[in-house]
T-cell receptor, first 114, second 112 residues
Framework: EAQVTQNPRYLITVTGKKLTVTCSQNMNHEYMSWYRQDPGLGLRQIYYSMNVEVTDKGDVPEGYKVSRKEKRNFPLILESPSPNQTSLYFC?????????????FGPGTRLTVL | QQQVKQSPQSLIVQKGGISIINCAYENTAFDYFPWYQQFPGKGPALLIAIRPDVSEKKEGRFTISFNKSAKQFSLHIMDSQPGDSATYFCAAGIQGAQKLVFGQGTRLTINP
């Protein structure tokens, strides 16, 4: 079964405490991306990766880092989280249609930064 | 110019009625317009998509209407059911550009 998994699903942390949200896909896809979802703002792309060791900024990259050392994993790193990073985060990869536009989303990670 | 504007922000429809959600875009380079459906606690899932060479696409009770000259597209849900209650996102993208720009989302509630 094609899957995108994220961990943790829920996280409450404090300002400045480094954290990593993991993302893994079993579809052998080259392209992966991270989005954040906020009320009234929709989904906004944070970072994306077109292949191993190839990453680039999306629309809202400030305060985030990513790495892509292997094809299946694309972790999102918040080195010094702040309250404005409280959000719902989604990892995504292209779905079965073969088009990069048909994003297949993971289940989400709800992050609260106090 | 990269924005996609979606309205309304929330919508309540009676069971059996028609739900209509509208989106507008500015970038004429967009050539792919999907709609995503999201249930609570889940990630968004592709519902239906259209390309600008057609004015309408229908899949079951869901229809996308596309007006290229007005740069607008809309989702129509016929015979709306309580199971359709979800958040809906429109989006726009450019084939091969590996990116989607999403609208602000519409929380749809279908009353029984």
């Amino acid at each position: 079964e094609a899957q995108v998994t994220q961990n943790p699903r829920y996280l409450i942390t404090v300002t400045g405490k480094k954290l990593t949200v993991t993302c893994s896909q079993n579809m052998n896809h080259e392209y992966m991306s991270w989005y954040r979802q906020d009320p009234g703002l929709g989904l906004r792309q944070i970072y994306y990766s077109m292949n191993v060791e190839v990453t680039d900024k999306g629309d809202v990259p400030e305060g985030y880092k990513v790495s892509r050392k292997e094809k299946r994993n694309f972790p999102l790193i918040l080195e010094s989280p702040s309250p404005n990073q409280t959000s719902l985060y989604f990892c995504a990869t292209p779905g079965g249609g073969g088009s990069y536009n048909e994003q297949f989303f993971g289940p989400g990670t709800r992050l609260t930064v106090l | 110019q990269q924005q996609v504007k979606q309205s309304p922000q929330s919508l309540i429809v009676q069971k059996g009625g028609i739900s209509i959600i509208n989106c507008a875009y500015e970038n004429t380079a967009f050539d792919y317009f999907p709609w995503y459906q999201q249930f609570p606690g889940k990630g968004p899932a592709l519902l239906i998509a259209i390309r600008p060479d057609v004015s309408e696409k229908k899949e079951g009770r869901f229809t996308i209407s596309f007006n290229k000259s007005a740069k607008q597209f809309s989702l129509h849900i016929m015979d709306s059911q309580p199971g359709d209650s979800a958040t809906y996102f429109c989006a726009a993208g450019i084939q091969g550009a590996q990116k989607l720009v999403f609208g602000q989302g519409t929380r749809l509630t279908i009353n029984p």
